[in-house]
């Protein structure tokens, strides 16, 4: 085990903030973040205020966060994971591992590998296989990239559950955008399905006969919990499914279901 290992995360957002607790609660570890709300007027100083009661050290730059870190976590959003691998492939050292959990499509994924890995740093994708809130620090992640493995053992010692799959960049991810093609389609089917049964007052014929279709299956209890991560998660899942979509578009194929599911999935965010 390493007597000391510095970690910087940049994104101080809810997985960042629930990585950091994780982390500090080890004893272990330091931790250093930067997040562009900090400068915000608005959400600044309550974010601030979190990371000095967690023990978190800021910094007033991503590349200050990231001067002494062995591993920087990007933990941003999609849309911004790119260009916060192009940034940090101006600033990152040689040898330091740059490991990008953001949900991004494949391409995105391949394309912020080639930019941090021609800085000397090494880039690490991480494939988020599940919510964060619960497992928390212990929840799944695929990592993809030819440090892949050392990250793992790194961070595995730290109390993550890393799990090395692939030495390509932007194969974890794949992986994990497939999965919610499937996953995040059919809690999109399934709540409409629900709703319009309600409806016309036919859940109690529509669930039976899918019930007999797919035995051990009870529908009606998976339309309620489907519906309900929904509501809770509906907003990031649409984030997910418009990434599933790019992938799909990057490959000659048609992504335009993919992103009526992330649309199903943000109108039934917030809704009971």
Known sequence: MRNSVNLTIIGFGEVGQTFARDFLARGDVRVSTHDIKFASTDAGPALLEKARVAGVATAESHAAACANADIVISAVTASSALEVAEQAATYLRPGQIFFDINSASPGTKTRAAKAVNACGARYVEGAVMAPVPGPD???PILAG???????????????????????????????KLCRSIM??????LIVDCARASKDWNVQQEVFASLDASFPG??????????AQRVNQHGVRRAAEM???????DDLGMDGSL???????????????
Do not use: C, H, W
Not at 183 to 188: F, L, R, S
């Open 258 to 272: 993919s992103r009526a599911v992330a649309d199903a999935q943000e109108r039934g965010a917030g809704k009971a």
């Open 145 to 175: 990239g030819p440090a892949a493995e050392e990250a793992a053992v790194i961070l595995n010692e730290l109390g993550m559950n890393v799990k090395a799959v692939t030495t390509e960049p932007g194969r974890a991810s794949a992986m």
């Open 217 to 226: 299956v009870k529908f009606e209890e998976l339309a309620r919990y489907m």
């Open 183 to 188: 996953i995040k389609g059919i809690e999109a």
């Open 242 to 248: 418009r990434e599933a979509g790019m992938m799909l």
């Open 137 to 139: 620090l212990k929840v």
